[in-house]
């Protein structure tokens, strides 16, 4: 790797827990023998063992390759620190001071999980604590302390069962591979026992039998019975494991390699759902991916090797639900949760693990799969120069990551571009080439936040319209203190009213909030504009109601909201921007031409705003005029505010970051009020000075009836119908989002029931057709002087439906 290789690793971006294995595919020089097939024996069992140990280790690199230098100073760096404060003394009750009483399920899972740490730094060269006698001694004392004490057969399950059948079994399994020729017999033998009471296998919730295990949670329990059956040489277990991840008890009812309709899993549109109605791609969906792409390199060539031809669901899903929610490396906020209030998993690491495991999977996965991906990444990890990639990865996953970087033949891909709208799971994705829009939506089946267990205690607003705008030279908006400091009530693109809110989730569990709406999604047309709404319910105790609209362009993103009504003596609000201006940041605000002071402090309210932009981040553009407020604030929180979970709860640490706010503000109790603006990402001021005269998007109609606008340069009409009514000459028989443009004689239309509620609709078009190009089968098209489109949208779950028309 040559010295601009090395910088792109260290400017990149991925994170922990998997490995440089051998797969199916062509030998590797970097690559573990695979394990022989036919019979299981111990040298399968030792084999596969010692894989395992790669798989968390990454044994057999240079430490003195410079490449490598900050995997294992960050590894080093956080063991040390953990060895210091072992306690290792006569009588402890406890192994870390912050960690007692061990009893607590929060605290032995955490204190497996530092055992793991240090583990894997004295089996790794490089590290001051790497194959140190006394590390050894007092990582096997500290396991049967742990066992004798908190977790053994003999107790029962109290408080969040997740310690006690996934964190504490997992590292506890991981560190007996490692010290596997040093640990007693008898000890490894209790360990394995209670991880045969804890995770028997995978298919089921041990504290709750008739509950099947699904998502992520069946890749991992998965992931610890194969490693309980790897270290008691048990190949039933191992069947078991792989059996797991194709259900094959309950016959493929729960299979990890199948396209749902309801519930958790991946879904052919490419939305992924974990907790039922959480659209969880960017946690729950990495943890399923990693912990796949570790079963099928742990156990490749063996004979428990997955074999299941249904395989390609988790192939596909690379690049039809995981790669539209990553930019540049990092994983989009409006799939991750309840995670987003976690200090040590923001967007770039939770991106940067998903990076590693496609990485991984890559590694068996048939070339024409693996080559593309391999692509994709290089792209990822060569463009992201914001955090460093060998800060985030574990040293197994930044070899990975230098073998694509050196190999040539591998071209990095550009950005991905298109637009995406995620029906079943309420989420929206516009990509262009220099910056991509994310709309986080939610409705009677998604639901509008997930928080609990301590986690995501301000979450209330995340699903109602959040607008995420990423800029590719902005990669830490979102990273960079953003969700401790940031004003939860003001988030961008919601429209809120400003009662106070007490925090959620501070209780044991993980709670959900489905509002009543039916209307949220929207349709597609070309895989390059979409038409989104979202029937805003508010929270169940307030009387807010709105209707949102977002129409996505090539260069613009159109706001529109109306019906804005409520009755609780509130003032209500939409948010145009929110923007994380960093902890110094001075950037220069125009409102109509004229700059305005960048002092903190500053505040500013404009009866009739045209124009605004943000340098840094690009224009805002009002149609009609605005009531707006400008302000500079700077804000000052904790992640301790947001996040007191017992393994990812938040310092209390102060974080400042100053902020750049755009408000519309509607009144107290406001009576179908409404709002239009346009977002310019990158536009410079004279591009939003001249599109706010020029008008190349006009808004047709802003009303509880439709909402739509024109985009003449392009020939483009997108409309979303609130019920039956007439828009820009398309009538509609009721709700819907429609576009139709119009290229030449070429007329594509679009069409969608994003309220799932009509079983047929019926769409009029204000001019003739000579021919249909093509048609999906669900599309009956009629001439006439007015051309009827008919379409069965019953039962679609709100996707799209096209026509190919020729006038």
Known sequence: MNLSRRTLIAAG??????????????ARADAVPAAPAGAPADTDFDTLLQRAE????????????????????????????????????????????????LTEPGNFGQSYTRLRTLATAW?????????????????????????????????????????????????????????????????????????????PDA?????????????????????????????????????SARD????????????????????????????????DVVAYTGSYGVVLLGGTAYLLALLAGSPWAVTDPRLSVMYEAVERTFAPVIFDGLMMDSVRGRAVSRERAGDHRDGATAVGAILLLASGAPAEHANRWRALVKGWLTRNRTTPFAGLATIPQLALAKAVLNDRAVVARPRTTGSQVFADMD??????????????????????????????????????GMTYLYDGDDLGQFNDGFWPTVDPYRLPGTTVDTRPRTDLGTGAGTSTHCPTNAVAGGAVLDDRYTAAAMELTGAPDTTLRARKSWFLLDDAVVALGAGITANDGHEVETVVENRNLGAHGRHRLL???????????????????????????????????ASLHAAREERTGAWRDINTGADTGGSADPVTRRYLTLRIGHGASPTDAGYAYVLLPGASAATTSVWSRSRPVRVVTNDTTAQAVEVRGAGLTAVNFWKAGNAAGIVSSGPASVLVRRRGARISVAIADPGRTLSTLSVELPFRMRTVAEADDTVTVVPGRRTVLTVAVGGSRGHTHRAELVR
């Not at 329990?221 to 790897?230: C, D, P, S």
């Not at 009739?608 to 840094?616: F, K, M, P, S, V």
Request: glycine share 12%; with cysteine; charged share 20%.
């Open 13 to 26: 971006g991925a994170t922990a827990a998997t490995a440089l294995v051998a797969g199916t595919g062509p």
């Open 54 to 101: 790669t798989l968390l280790t990454g044994r057999g690199f240079d430490p003195s390759d410079p490449d490598f230098t900050a995997a294992v100073t960050a590894l080093d760096t956080t063991a040390a620190g953990l060895w210091d404060t072992l306690d290792r003394s006569t009588g402890r009750t406890a192994l870390w001071p912050d960690l007692t009483p």
């Open 123 to 199: 089996a790794t060269g490089g590290t001051s604590l790497s194959g140190d006698r006394e590390v050894a001694d007092a990582l096997i004392a500290a396991l049967r302390l742990t066992h004798d004490t908190a977790y053994n057969p003999a107790r029962k399950e109290t408080g969040n069962w997740w310690f006690w059948e996934i964190g504490a079994p997992r590292a506890l399994m991981d560190c007996c591979v490692v010290l596997r020729d040093r640990l007693p017999a008898a000890d490894l033998a209790d360990y394995l026992a209670v991880v045969d009471r804890f995770c």
């Open 203 to 239: 298919d089921r919730r041990t504290n709750y039998p008739a509950l099947a295990e699904t998502g992520a949670n069946r890749t991992d329990k998965a992931v610890i019975v194969a490693l309980r059956g790897l270290l008691g040489h048990d190949a039933a277990a191992l069947v």
């Open 244 to 275: 797991a991840l194709s259900d094959v008890r309950d016959s493929g009812r729960n299979s990890l390699f199948r396209y749902v309709t309801s519930g958790d899993g991946f879904y052919e549109d490419g939305s992924f759902v974990q907790h």
């Open 427 to 464: 989420r929206v994705v516009h990509r262009r080439p220099g910056w991509a829009c994310a709309l986080s939506l939610s409705s009677k089946r998604i639901s509008a936040y997930e928080a609990g267990n301590g986690e995501n205690l301000h979450g209330w607003y995340t699903g109602d």
């Open 591 to 625: 409102i109509d031409g004229l700059p305005h002071p960048v002092e903190q402090g500053w505040s500013q309210h404009f009866a009739r705003a045209r124009w605004g932009h943000l340098d840094g981040v690009g224009g805002y553009v009002f149609p009609e005029g």
